[in-house]
């Protein structure tokens, strides 16, 4: 797939639309519309998600090297169903914002799907990581669930963490979740970083500077509403 393409930017394009759509009405509605949306968005990301898991299965092409949920964005995905159906979990909300406009935003915009328009994935694919971002959107700026005093340190933590598993089960697997072995395949920023292992150090870095503009955007908005 072309990046950039027509359908590309169509879907981009689409994703912007409904999450300000969402956005506005959830700040103009009671808080019951708002979470009523939030659930119809819970069961849409992981209908499509378990969707795409069994057209790998009804394909051949599951394994355990590539399928399980220890690349950042599959992760995100799961964290997305939990917190929207259980906003009041901060945490939750907290890591799916870090990690939705970090990771699941760059797989938007350099999508790594490897599947022609109009295959299956293609549309499952842009859903589930449009639907993350949706979320976020949803839970942080329209719902205002903003992040806590501390939350960069300790969803950075959180992601050190989990890169940990990702690498056991690199070793174990023999995959590249989290692309610990190698940079993924289409062009990314870990492009700009050199190469293994310096474009993890680089990619650390790099993440942690994003969740640091990210605590700020989200600090910027929240005082411009307390100001209202």
């Given at each position: 797939m072309e990046q950039f393409s027509a359908e590309h930017l169509a879907a981009v394009g689409a994703l912007v639309l409904l999450s300000a759509v969402l956005v506005r009405l959830a700040r103009r509605r009671e808080r019951e519309w708002g979470d009523a949306a939030a659930r119809s968005l819970a069961t849409l990301i992981l209908a499509v998600y378990l969707a795409e898991h069994v057209t790998y299965l009804a394909r051949d092409t599951w394994s355990v090297d590539e399928n399980l949920p220890l690349h950042l964005t599959d992760a995100v995905t799961l964290v997305a169903v939990a917190a929207l159906w259980r906003p009041r979990i901060r945490l939750l909300v907290?890591?799916?914002?870090?990690?939705?406009?970090?990771?699941?935003?760059?797989?938007?915009?350099?999508?790594g799907v490897g599947r022609p328009f109009p295959d299956v994935l293609y549309f499952t694919y842009f859903v589930i990581h449009g639907g993350v971002l949706m979320a976020a959107a949803l839970l942080v700026f329209g719902c205002r669930r903003f992040p806590r005093p501390r939350a960069v340190p300790r969803v950075y933590g959180i992601t050190a963490a989990f890169a940990v598993v990702a690498a056991v089960a690199c070793v174990t697997t023999g995959?590249?979740?989290?692309?610990?072995?190698?940079?993924?395949?289409?062009?990314?920023?870990?492009?700009?970083?050199?190469?293994?292992?310096?474009?993890?150090?680089?990619?650390?870095?790099?993440?942690?500077?994003?969740?640091?503009?990210?605590?700020?955007?989200?600090?910027?908005?929240?005082?411009?509403?307390?100001?209202?």
């Open positions: 907290e890591i799916l914002y870090f990690w939705a406009f970090s990771a699941s935003l760059q797989a938007v915009l350099t999508p995959g590249n979740y989290l692309f610990l072995r190698d940079k993924p395949p289409r062009e990314s920023l870990l492009d700009l970083m050199g190469p293994w292992p310096w474009y993890i150090v680089g990619g650390a870095v790099l993440g942690l500077a994003m969740f640091v503009a990210l605590a700020a955007l989200a600090e910027v908005v929240r005082r411009r509403e307390a100001g209202r």
